[in-house]
């Protein structure tokens, strides 16, 4: 399985940017995925989760009511909408896949990361 992130960039606070997460290799649509984000010195820390279906998500309260994690299973891409976005976001953004049964927000449940794409928030 291969995971690619992408989308990251320079916006201002107050904006909004799109995250994708291309999988590739052995996928399925039952897993979980999700986005962690690492901003620098710090470690890496749970941003959104979603189930196979899309049926269920979880978020951190931190980015909660301004982010949607969403999952297109037909083109194997999930996605991040990050609105209201402060310097506080400002971190790299990871993808990764779990293969729990039950939606996760343990890093260690988590198999397979993309190689992350930068996200600056201006202020």
């Known amino acids: 399985v291969q995971l690619q992130a992408f989308g990251g960039g320079l916006v201002q606070a107050g904006g909004c940017l799109r995250l994708?997460?291309?999988?590739?290799?052995?996928?399925?649509?039952?897993?979980?995925m999700g986005w962690f984000r690492q901003a620098l010195g710090k470690e890496r820390v749970f941003v959104a989760a979603?189930?196979?279906?899309?049926?269920?998500?979880r978020y951190a309260n931190s980015v909660k009511g301004r982010f949607t994690i969403s999952r297109d299973n037909a083109q194997n891409t999930v996605y991040l909408q990050m609105n209201s976005l402060g310097p506080e976001d400002t971190a790299v953004y990871y993808c990764?896949?779990?293969?729990?049964?039950?939606?996760?927000?343990?890093?260690?449940?988590?198999?397979?990361w993309g190689q992350g794409t930068l996200v600056t928030v201006s202020s």
């Open positions: 990764a896949r779990s293969r729990a049964v039950q939606i996760t927000t343990g890093i260690f449940d988590y198999d397979y």
């Open positions: 979603i189930t196979g279906s899309g049926g269920t998500t």
């Open positions: 994708s997460c291309a999988a590739s290799g052995r996928t399925s649509s039952r897993y979980i």
